[in-house]
């Protein structure tokens, strides 16, 4: 089991840039989450995957914002046309189906100068 | 929505002291709930959890019970050490989806 990976960790870039963000799940889970951590508050949730089906996504994640997951496992989540309050941490994290508890990666800061 | 709602921080306390983390919660059906530790520099791990009224989560000298007709699922450790200082977040999840609703975060500080 190695856990829930992500890359970059960091990434920082220029407003109006695209950026792509990766997240490797542990193996075998079906369910694949995407969350946005942003200073002194608690992660707030943008999308789900169930094995390849992208089920529900959050107000949150506005036409700028994309995710897929094309084979089932790892997951993309692509942001277009960089704003500066896109700036956050993003987390994956990923869970069996039919069990509540989720493994989080250790996230993607995101800077947008 | 469902959201939580959780005690604000800092808390800055002394090793062997009593710690006590509020946490309340609004929901439409019966969630389960959960406490997750950022320790620094690392990423959110799971504490403990409760999936039913009643239920009592238990870990790493952590408790808290699942109280279903106050809404509320604080944290308690009766004696904590330096180690345990990291920001703990009190979250629930519905049946079926199990996407995690979080509350703001408290960050403790256990000084030697």
């Known amino acids: 089991d190695t856990g829930v990976s992500q890359n970059p960790r960091h990434k920082i870039t220029k407003r109006g840039q695209n950026v792509t963000f990766r997240c490797d799940p542990i193996s075998e889970h079906n369910r694949l989450y995407w969350y946005r951590q942003t200073l002194g508050q608690g992660p707030e949730f943008l999308t789900y995957f169930q094995n390849e089906a992208q089920l529900e996504k959050s107000r949150l994640l506005s036409d700028r914002f994309s995710a897929e997951r094309p084979k089932g496992s790892f997951s993309t989540l692509e942001i277009q046309r960089t704003e500066q309050g896109d700036s956050a941490m993003y987390l994956c994290?990923?869970?069996?189906?039919?069990?509540?508890?989720?493994?989080f990666g250790p996230g993607t800061r995101l800077l947008v100068l | 929505g469902d959201s939580v709602t959780q005690m604000e921080g800092p808390v800055t306390l002394s090793e062997e002291a009593f710690l006590t983390i509020n946490c309340t919660y609004t929901a439409t059906g019966y969630p389960s709930l959960f406490w997750y530790v950022q320790y620094p520099g690392e990423g959110l791990q799971l504490l403990l959890k409760a999936t039913k009224a009643d239920d009592k989560g238990s870990n790493k000298g952590f408790e808290a019970t699942y109280r279903k007709e106050t809404t509320s699922f604080h944290l308690e450790k009766g004696s904590v050490q330096v180690s345990d200082s990291a920001v703990y977040f009190c979250a629930l999840s519905d049946i079926g989806d199990y996407k995690l609703s979080f509350g703001a975060g408290t960050t403790v500080t256990v000084r030697a």
């Open positions: 994290a990923s869970s069996l189906l039919g069990k509540e508890t989720q493994y």
